[in-house]
């Protein structure tokens, strides 16, 4: 759907609503884990911001969040191959593959409204632009407030 004019709306500082339309260009995508059980299909604008998070999770693996929708985000197969894995606060429901151990998705905690997508389970061969955000998970309530207030 490249070039497709939508509504989106959003708060701004103090809570003031805005609505706006805007242009934009989606690419549909594909990724998923090592072994293939886990597959999954997905829209991203052309250019995406990921998240570099330092937490004690995303630092060891080197998980780089590409944050999308629930509804842009179709899971093809590998709903039986899914194992959750929860700490801390138990809000973020971390789903491994049960045969190869990737994290290809989850439902993080700081976008409840979306799935974080690790950027290196993408399927290669796409030219989506992107730059890095630094997310700071160790202090993650701080870190969340930073990114709810660019909004």
Not at 51 to 66: A, E, K, M, P
Not at 109 to 129: F, K, M, Q, Y
């Amino acid at each position: 759907m490249a070039g497709q004019w939508v509504l989106q709306t959003g708060l701004r500082k103090g809570g003031i609503s805005r609505i706006f339309l805007a242009m934009t260009d989606q690419t549909d995508l594909s990724g998923g884990c090592h072994c293939s059980a886990v597959r999954f299909r997905l829209k991203v604008p052309a250019r995406v911001e990921l998240l570099d998070c330092n937490c004690s999770i995303c630092s060891r693996t080197g998980y780089l969040h590409l944050i999308v929708p629930h509804g842009d985000l179709v899971l093809e197969r590998g709903q039986d191959a899914l194992t959750s894995y929860r700490f801390g606060s138990q809000a973020a429901d971390h789903l491994f593959c049960r045969h190869c151990g990737i994290k290809s998705f989850y439902q993080p905690r700081s976008h409840p409204e979306a799935w974080s997508v690790n950027w290196h389970c993408l399927d290669e061969g796409h030219d989506i632009g992107f730059w890095i955000t630094a997310f700071d998970g160790r202090n993650w309530e701080g870190a969340k407030k930073s990114l709810d207030a660019r909004a």
